[in-house]
Structure formats: structure tokens, C-alpha cells
């Protein structure tokens, strides 16, 4: 119980640190600043969520065939694309507020009402719409012009940060979980899967950061497609990110 105890903590800190992150993209001018805000509490809190939820899942005998998680799991990777969308786009700032917030809302409902019951369900997704609606509408949207130096500078160091973190996930996994599993029969996770899971939800921050930075930075299609591929192998997204941004002298 003490571990659960734990999890849950460590759960609502992800939380916090990701709602914290969703409000500065949504009401940031600058787009500097939402991208920081994305790379440095957004993903941070997606993450920590997904994984002291995972413990939680495990611990309490639940099955990603629960409806209540696939739904808030559904619901916070609008919210988690909303707020790319907010992040690196000038333009259409409210309707991006509006789908990070109703997703939000609606991920963090599911959560909490876990059931089956469709009109608590039909209940609970109107007070969330209703809400997050709200939220879209009140918070400000604007945006200011940006300097693309600047912007671009963030968009790599984003993306940088984020393909390190989703290749050291490889790495263990398959350099050190893997091994240590299959040779010396020793399961470093104590069998909850939670590596795997990490490593997952790295692999969505990653392929998100990818998505946008391929289009803010204007990559080419199969530049696009080798840093997807790169994601599968050890050192592979880190060998991509120093190729695609070289060290200056």
C-alpha cells in the first residue's frame, strides 16, 4: 500500500506539472515561450502521468481493456496534440485552446469517475465539454509575431531533448531489460511492464516532436521517415538528432 500511495503522489504531480504546461501554451504570446512550456512541463507531466498511472493500473488489477482508461488515454493525446498545434502555430489559438482544454477535462473526468455506466458517462462528458469550453473561451489566445531564428533554436533544442530521453528508453530496453530478462532471468521492472510502458509513451512525446518539428523546419519526407524508423533501434534517435543538427565548431 505504501508503493500505491507513492504512485498516486508521483500521479498527481504529473498532472499538475502537465495542466501547468498546458495553461502557459495555451495563454503564451510568444511562441518561445509555449515551447518551452510544451518541452518543459507539458511532456514532463504526459509522461509522469501515463507512468505512475501504469503502476496504479497494475497494482489495482486493472486491463488496458478497461473502457474508462482507453477513454482517458484517448483524451489526453487530443489534449497532447492540441497543445503541439497551439505550440507551433500563429493562428487559430482558440480553437487549439479549446481542444486541449475539453481533452484535459475529459481525460482527468475519466479518470476519476472510472465507469461503465453510460449516463454517468453521457454526465460527465457534458460537464467536461462545458468546462473545457469555458476554459477555451475565458483563457487568451493571442499570439505575437515570432523571430524564426529564435523559434527555430527552440523547435531543436525541443527536439533534441525529446529524442534523447526516447533513445535512453531504448537503450534500456533493449541494451538492459531485455538481456537481463532473457539471459540471467531477472526481471528489472518486477514484472509490471513498466519499461516497456515508458518507453511507449516516449515513443508518442518523440513521433509528436518529430511531426512538428518535420514541418516547422521544413525537413523533406524522407528525412521525415528515416527519424520515425530511427526510434525502433538503440542510438537511433540519437544518431538522427546529431545528424540533423551537427555540432558547430
Known amino acids: 500500500m505504501e508503493w500505491y500511495v507513492l ?61 474508462w482508461i482507453l477513454h482517458s488515454m484517448l483524451f489526453g493525446l487530443i489534449s497532447l496534440g492540441g497543445s503541439f498545434l497551439r505550440t507551433f502555430s500563429n493562428s487559430k489559438g482558440r480553437l487549439y485552446n479549446a481542444i486541449i482544454s475539453i481533452g484535459f477535462t475529459l481525460s482527468i473526468s475519466s479518470m476519476v469517475v472510472r465507469t461503465g455506466n453510460e449516463s454517468s458517462i453521457g454526465l460527465v462528458m457534458a460537464v467536461s465539454l462545458i468546462i473545457g469550453g469555458i476554459c477555451a473561451w475565458v483563457l487568451p489566445s493571442q499570439s505575437e509575431p515570432h523571430d524564426p531564428e529564435s523559434m527555430a533554436e527552440w523547435v531543436a533544442r525541443g527536439f533534441k531533448w525529446m529524442a534523447w530521453v526516447e533513445g535512453a528508453t531504448v537503450l534500456v530496453l533493449f ?27 516516449f515513443v508518442i512525446l518523440y513521433v509528436f516532436s518529430l511531426t512538428f518539428t518535420f514541418g516547422a523546419l521544413k525537413w523533406s519526407l524522407k528525412q521525415y521517415l528515416v527519424g520515425g524508423f530511427a526510434s525502433f533501434f538503440p542510438f537511433g534517435t540519437i544518431i538522427f538528432e546529431r545528424k540533423m543538427f551537427p555540432k558547430k565548431d
Open 7 to 67: 504512485w498516486r503522489l508521483l500521479k498527481w504531480f504529473g498532472l499538475s506539472m502537465w495542466a501547468i504546461g498546458l495553461h502557459q501554451v495555451m495563454v503564451s504570446p510568444k511562441q518561445d515561450d509555449r515551447l518551452k512550456a510544451l518541452y518543459g512541463f507539458t511532456a514532463f507531466g504526459f509522461a509522469l502521468t501515463w507512468m505512475s498511472g501504469w503502476l496504479m493500473m497494475k497494482h489495482l488489477g486493472y486491463s488496458m481493456g478497461a473502457s
Open 175 to 201: 541494451l538492459v531489460y531485455i538481456p537481463a530478462k532473457k539471459l540471467m532471468d531477472i526481471n528489472l521492472d518486477g514484472g509490471t511492464g513498466l519499461i516497456g510502458w515508458t518507453h511507449g509513451v
